[in-house]
Every structure is written in structure tokens, then in C-alpha cells.
């Protein structure tokens, strides 16, 4: 036997009225906010540079790969172990570089071996770092650059953040009063900050035809760096 099941229709409309509003309406939509202006303050500082870098460099070839690795590792040798008598943490600091070895090639095939190795001396005295470049025999030097140490960045930091902050607050207050608002309230905001490449490379035919200087020290003007830092966001315009 099959039994039939049916609903009263006044009972379906009752369970329809029993629904939340929410289910029986579409999706209120939010109204897009009014009276916001986006805008973005700059601050930059210039600061004397405190970081002087050089990289030095060696290159042998000759028809045996051994030969030449050996050859190399023997200038890099003598130039590391005249680098670590000025070794200073933090005002002089040394380090190896680039080390390597290939074939060289020619139409006919092979004909030998080139290398390369380079040292790596960085430092805040920049005196001891241009004098150890004049005592240096074995090497080249491949290129120079100057940069700010973190401890000058994080100095400047703090006082450039301020001032991009304080702009950006004056020219919300500004836009505001032109706008004939009374005032304005923060929505979002970024505080980034950015400086510019720490390092200035010398060009490496210009150095490698340089007469070998001696014992004589580097000749150095660091110059300076700017450190920038950038603050953009959005404010709500109040009414007065």
C-alpha cells in the first residue's frame, strides 16, 4: 500500500514567516566609503658614507687545470694572510670572493685553462682598508664601493620615519582645511623605507690599466648617501 504525504499550504507560510529576515532578503550591500583621500609624504636625509669595500682579483691560465687552480691559490694565499694581520671585526673585514676555473676555447677546440679568485676586504675604517690596498702584491684591485654601515642607517632611520610621518600628518591636515573639513581619521597606512644603492662600482679596464700603486694607500672621497622613507595611506574627511 502506498500512503501519500501532503502539506497544508498555510502550513508552508508559516514556516516561510518563521525564517530570519536575512534569509528571505538579498545581500545588503555596503556603501562605498565617503570623503577619503589617499596621499603620500616623502622625507630624505643625505649622510656621509662609513663603509669602504674593495674586491680584489687575480686571473692565470696556462695549458693545465691544476696548474693554474695551484697558481691561483697561491696569490690568494699571500693576499689573505696580509689581509688578516689588519683584520678587525666591524672596521676591517675579510673574506674570500669569486673562486673558478674553466676551459678555454678556441675554433680549433681547447687550448687551455683560465682562473679566477677574488678578495673581498670591507670595512668602517676606511684608512686601514685603503692602506691594506697598497700592501697587497699578489692582486688587483677589481672594483671599489662605498655604502652606509647598519649602525649609520639605523641611526637615520628612526629620525627620517619621523619626519615622513609628521609630513604626511600636515598634508592630511592641510587637504582637509581646503576641503572645508574640520579634521580627518587614519584608515590605513605604510611606512616604507628606502635608500639608494649603497654601492658605487669603479669600472674594472679603468682600474686594470692603473700603474701598481706600491705600498701607497688608496686614494678614497666617500662622499654620501640618501636615506629615504616614504609613508602613504588614506584618510577619512571629518566634517567640522
Do not use: C
Request: glycine share 8%.
Amino acid at each position: 500500500m502506498t500512503h501519500l504525504t501532503t502539506r497544508h499550504p498555510l502550513a508552508a507560510l508559516a514556516l516561510l514567516l518563521a525564517l530570519p529576515a536575512a534569509a528571505q532578503t538579498p545581500l545588503a550591500t555596503t556603501a562605498p566609503p565617503q570623503n577619503v583621500v589617499s596621499l603620500t609624504a616623502t622625507a630624505s636625509m643625505d649622510v656621509p658614507k662609513d663603509l669602504l669595500s674593495i674586491v680584489f682579483s687575480t686571473s692565470r691560465e696556462g695549458p693545465d687545470a691544476a696548474q693554474v687552480q695551484a697558481q691561483l691559490k697561491q696569490a690568494l694565499d699571500t693576499a689573505l694572510a696580509e689581509a688578516r694581520k689588519a683584520a678587525r671585526p666591524g672596521q676591517l673585514d675579510v673574506q674570500t670572493g669569486n673562486f673558478s676555473l674553466y676551459p678555454r676555447h678556441t675554433p680549433k677546440g681547447p687550448s687551455g685553462w683560465t682562473g679566477t679568485a677574488e678578495l673581498v676586504v670591507e670595512g668602517k675604517d676606511m684608512a686601514a682598508v685603503s692602506q691594506l690596498a697598497g700592501r697587497i702584491q699578489t692582486m688587483t684591485i677589481a672594483r671599489t664601493g662605498f655604502g652606509l654601515s647598519r649602525e649609520a642607517r639605523n641611526k637615520v632611520d628612526a629620525e627620517v620615519t619621523a619626519q615622513a610621518i609628521a609630513d604626511f600628518k600636515a598634508r592630511a591636515t592641510e587637504i582637509a582645511r581646503q576641503f572645508g573639513f574640520g579634521g580627518w581619521a587614519l584608515r590605513e597606512v605604510t611606512v616604507q623605507g628606502v635608500d639608494q644603492p649603497p654601492v658605487m662600482p669603479m669600472m674594472r679596464a679603468q682600474i686594470a690599466a692603473a700603474p701598481p700603486m706600491g705600498d701607497a694607500p688608496l686614494p678614497i672621497e666617500a662622499g654620501k648617501a640618501t636615506v629615504t622613507a616614504t609613508v602613504s595611506g588614506s584618510v577619512q574627511l571629518s566634517p567640522r
